[in-house]
């Protein structure tokens, strides 16, 4: 069956040699599965070894091309780079203006100051157009630290530390574009960190860095991925993640063509390799140890109750997997329940998790906790790893598994796989397909949750779930014991069936903005 692809422009600079501009965009784009069109800006006589000539096209030239485009192709996504002339700038503007008049549109403009050889491609002519012209109409823009500093005017060396970083984004951010990513591959080290100032999140994403000379397009292939995600509907956190991990992935298979530093290779794929998902924090020298690994990995039915009598029921009833989740109550009975729940728990030696309420956990000696991403601003989660407590944490998009990935939790939960009445949530359900993706990319053993009956856990098990967790199914159900037995039975029988293939890449989830009802997960 012929699906229809996403259409992403890439209006850049034709590079000779065949490893960055338009050339580069191009790769990225087809590893992504978008369809990628071209527009020619500007015309470089270059090779692996130096640039030799730069030559911008004709404005009436470039504007025939988006014209033609236009007409047949109009793109969901527009990637800028090399452009050559204000004039040219100019023209690619009113083309974002009027094309976002019949529908959205995202921009990411890569600020093209000097090429990898160090070939100036720009003047400060063609930086204030940009400032202009372009960072106002940006849904990201993607500038290493050396391009930060050219457009704010500061001295190159200036972004040398994480902190100047970090200002210099929000700065570029209240120029206009509504997101900034400032890429670390030009900053050394032994880790590539870049940094996120978005809508949805901030912070450092950070990978080992690729030990390789050639690295010749890898700033094109950072933001053609960006745009090609924009395109397939991520919001820009999670369409950096995307990004980061086709980058880190080309990198590693660039190759030497010439007598210079060799291209990278975008290719698909890269989506599903485990160690290509980066980290997500708000320290760029953040490192943390493993929390413990669950006693038994393979958690099949995880009951998720709100209360000590029904902590026991569920264990009466042989489930050995067990979160207790009170949103409101005092303290005192609070402490009781989650007391009386954690005795309940040893008496069988069944692993119970606490929701939110990690101080309770620590005092009672509970097996383990479960926090929503919020939770990792105020939890004290040394504290909880040096006590031995095991940790799940809720994710729901890229941006948040990277950031769970971050702290080595015992499990990672992923959903809402179904709908959900739980909670007002701004979140697509992720599906089956989502949930197989997770299974099959993540190292930590991933627990489903959200809208789970007895056909959808058999499901979630195909798909490689460590975990279902079920609430509603189990305390709203008629006859509570027959539901465990029934539950605990399709899922031991689903261990053996056909696993679920996994798509190469998640779908997005993020819906928009978390509504004031949000409650934490």
Request: proline fraction near 6%.
């Amino acid at each position: 069956m012929n699906v229809s692809r996403p259409v992403v422009w890439s209006i850049a600079g034709s590079d000779s040699g065949g490893g960055a501009g338009l050339q580069a965009d191009l790769k990225a784009f087809e590893a992504i599965d978008v369809h990628g069109c071209t527009a020619v800006a500007a015309i470089t006589a270059q090779n692996s070894v130096s640039v030799q000539r730069v030559e911008p096209v004709a404005t009436d030239l470039l504007d025939a091309q988006l014209a033609a485009l236009a007409s047949d192709l109009p793109p969901q996504a527009i990637k800028t780079g090399l452009l050559g002339s204000v004039a040219n700038i100019r023209c690619v503007a009113g083309w974002v203006d009027r094309l976002r008049r019949d529908s959205p549109l995202a921009l990411v403009v890569d600020p093209v100051w000097r090429a990898s050889t160090g070939a100036d491609l720009s003047s400060e002519s063609l930086r204030e157009a940009l400032l202009r012209e372009l960072l106002p109409r940006a849904s990201v823009i993607t500038p290493n630290r050396a391009e930060a500093a050219w457009l704010l005017g500061w001295d190159p060396q200036a972004l040398a530390d994480a902190a100047t970083v970090e200002r210099a984004a929000a700065a570029l951010r209240a120029l206009g574009p509504q997101a900034v990513i400032v890429t670390g591959g030009d900053a050394g080290g032994g880790r590539s960190n870049d940094w996120l100032d978005t809508p949805e999140a901030r912070g450092w994403l950070s990978l080992p860095r690729v030990d390789s000379a050639h690295n010749h397009g890898s700033g094109c292939v950072f933001a053609s991925s960006l745009a090609a995600a924009l395109a397939l509907g991520f919001c820009a956190a999670d369409a950096a993640v995307v990004a980061k991990m086709s980058t880190t992935q080309a990198l590693r298979e660039g190759a030497a063509a010439g007598q210079g530093a060799g291209a990278v290779r975008p290719m698909r794929g890269f989506g599903l390799q485990p160690e290509l998902l980066p980290a997500l924090h708000t320290d760029a020298e953040f490192s943390s140890q493993a929390f413990a690994p669950l006693s038994q990995r393979s958690l099949g039915l995880y009951a998720v109750v709100d209360s000590a009598d029904w902590v026991e029921r569920v264990l009466a009833g042989g489930v050995r997997t067990v979160q207790l989740r009170i949103k409101q109550g005092t303290p005192e009975r609070l402490s009781q329940e989650v007391l009386r729940s954690v005795r309940a728990a040893r008496e069988v030696d069944a692993q119970l998790f606490i929701n939110d309420h990690w101080e309770l956990a620590l005092e009672h000696g509970a097996y383990g906790v479960h926090l929503g991403q919020e939770d990792l601003l105020t939890a004290d989660l040394g504290a909880l790893r040096h006590a031995g407590l095991r940790l799940g944490l809720s994710t729901h998009s890229y941006w948040e598994v990277c950031r769970a990935h971050a702290w080595a939790p015992s499990y990672i939960a992923c959903g809402p796989i179904y709908a959900t009445v739980t909670k007002e949530m701004p979140w697509w359900p992720q599906g089956p397909d989502n949930l197989a993706y997770w299974c099959r990319l993540l190292r930590e053993p991933v627990v489903a949750i959200a809208g789970m009956d007895l056909q959808r856990s058999q499901e979630a098990v195909r798909c490689g779930a460590a975990g279902v967790a079920v609430l509603r199914g189990i305390v709203q159900a008629s006859d509570p014991a027959q539901a465990l037995q029934d539950l605990w039975a399709g899922i031991n029988e689903a261990a053996w069936a056909v696993p679920l293939p996994a798509p190469r890449l998640a779908r997005t989830t993020y819906r928009g903005p978390v509504p004031p009802a949000w409650q934490r997960g």
